[in-house]
């Protein structure tokens, strides 16, 4: 590799050319001058602008000089780390400088004294410029053919708005969301405001303390039966979203005992999807019981006209070393007979409101392919991929792929919780572009995984949905753009 300790050595080298080269190209012709006199090569123009945050990609770039210019056989022109391809001198006075650029990339390039020069070998100086290459959004809308309805044949009319808007933006931009912290607030989306002056497009409640909350106790934190705090968000313009870490009593005997409740599955915890799934257990009647509660405050919902993302039994698979929710405990089978239970008995209840997605670990085994847990197009809107091992802000288009062969190009795909956030760069660079991204609540909205600096600037990208690009009214929106 060429260094700049080799410069001093070249003006040697190139005095000794000059005095007895016999190159037409490089030396003076039509008069007799001295070594080193006359103006030195001066640039003039660039064929991309320095400072340019949006050139398009080239496998050249063009110098242009304001006199003929030589080049010697040994040169220094550096771009970015590495030296250049090649160059050569076109046109007289232009230096043509090949490399190849890729999109969404910065790029520094320095032509080195001694490299370029006039007749009688004055040198010009370093030169030095960059340039950033736009964006390119490569995802290819032709692997998916996106379901045009909701599973749910009576899905309100805000229901199926929502659906259509989420399908007519798909791919070509993301839409930003949060995810509440245990209460039942907007927190972390008012920290999103606070550090970038735009909150997100969604945010996600969850239904943790059904049991803590009416109809079933005296609620004296949370009460999901007051939805004021989803209905303010809604009329502010912001979609709404609800998971369910769904907590029941490890034993028969803690039915009455909240402080014996868990959703994470244990040693003592006799509550699985198995159970849940005989209709003459008691696991079975607790189900009904909590499903009753939670379509109460899901119709009063739908009566307001909300319509919700909803994500239940979220990340049934678990990790390599097992599963960690009850109602993967069991296996797929089961797992996908609880889905089908829930979901039926939502909509016998006549909560038409919801858009079912369901999540993906991306796992293989000993737990089995995900696909072995998916319930079935006919019981899914959409899929998500909960992922927290995103390095550098990257893109994850292997898993984005995965899920795609899921259901073959079927359903829409959300990154419905991660820690580090895929910059919108590179989703649209790689082709991945997630219908949206959730950062989880705590330390993830944190410098720790995606610091201030990123979020401000992932929020107020020209392909990120804030809240207050999202339209104001999506039922009309989806009478004037559904040709």
Request: aromatic content about 14%; hydrophobic content about 35%; charged content about 20%.
């Amino acid at each position: 590799m060429r260094t700049l300790n080799i410069h001093a050595l070249l003006l040697s080298a190139l005095f000794c050319l000059a005095s007895c080269s016999d190159n037409a190209d490089d030396t003076a012709t039509g008069y007799d001058a001295a070594y080193g006199t006359g103006d030195a090569p001066s640039v003039v123009s660039l064929s991309v602008s320095n400072g340019e945050t949006e050139a398009d990609t080239v496998d050249s770039v063009i110098i242009t000089y304001d006199m003929p210019i030589f080049v010697p056989p040994v040169h220094s022109v550096k771009v970015n780390t590495y030296y250049a391809d090649s160059i050569k001198v076109i046109n007289d006075n232009q230096l043509a400088v090949y490399f190849n650029t890729v999109s969404n990339t910065e790029y520094e390039v320095t032509i080195f004294k001694p490299t370029v020069h006039n007749g009688t070998y004055n040198f010009a100086p370093d030169y030095k410029f960059s340039f950033k290459t736009k964006i390119y959004n490569t995802f290819d809308a032709s692997l998916f053919n996106i379901d045009e309805k909701l599973t749910n044949e009576n899905a309100t009319e805000e229901a199926k708005a929502l659906y259509f808007y989420l399908r007519s933006i798909y791919g070509k931009k993301t839409l930003s969301a949060t995810m509440a912290d245990p209460a039942w607030n907007t927190t972390t989306a008012d920290t999103l405001n606070q550090l970038t002056g735009k909150y997100p497009a969604i945010h996600c409640f969850d239904f943790l303390f059904l049991r803590w909350s009416k109809p079933f106790a005296g609620s004296n934190w949370i009460n999901y039966m007051n939805t004021s705090v989803v209905e303010d968000w809604v009329s502010k313009g912001g979609i709404a979203a609800a998971g369910w870490h769904w907590n029941v009593p490890k034993t028969e005997a803690d039915k009455y005992n909240l402080n014996n409740y868990a959703f994470y599955s244990g040693d003592d915890m006799t509550f699985s999807a198995r159970y849940a799934n005989r209709t003459s257990s008691w696991q079975h009647q607790q189900i009904d019981e909590d499903l009753d509660a939670l379509s109460q405050i899901l119709l009063q919902l739908q009566s307001k006209g909300i319509a919700l993302l909803w994500r239940p039994l979220h990340e049934a698979s678990g990790s390599d070393y097992g599963t960690w929710f009850w109602w993967g405990t069991d296996g797929s089978v089961q797992y996908k007979k609880l889905w089908i239970y829930i979901y039926n008995y939502l909509k016998d209840k006549g909560v038409n409101n919801l858009i079912w997605v369901w999540t993906s670990q991306g796992l293989q085994a000993p737990n089995g392919d995900d696909s072995l847990w998916y319930p079935g197009d006919e019981y899914v809107d959409i899929i998500g991929r909960d992922y927290y091992d995103v390095k550098d802000h990257q893109s994850i288009k292997a898993e984005f792929d995965k899920l795609r062969e899921i259901t073959g190009g079927r359903k829409m795909i959300t990154l419905s919780e991660c820690g580090q956030i895929p910059s919108v760069e590179n989703m649209l660079t790689n082709g991945d572009v997630w219908s949206w991204f959730m950062p989880w609540n705590g330390e993830y909205m944190t410098d720790k995984h995606n610091t201030a600096d990123f979020f401000s600037k992932q929020m107020n990208s020209d392909y990120v949905i804030t809240r207050d690009k999202v339209p104001t009214d999506l039922k009309k929106y989806m009478e004037e753009n559904n040709n």
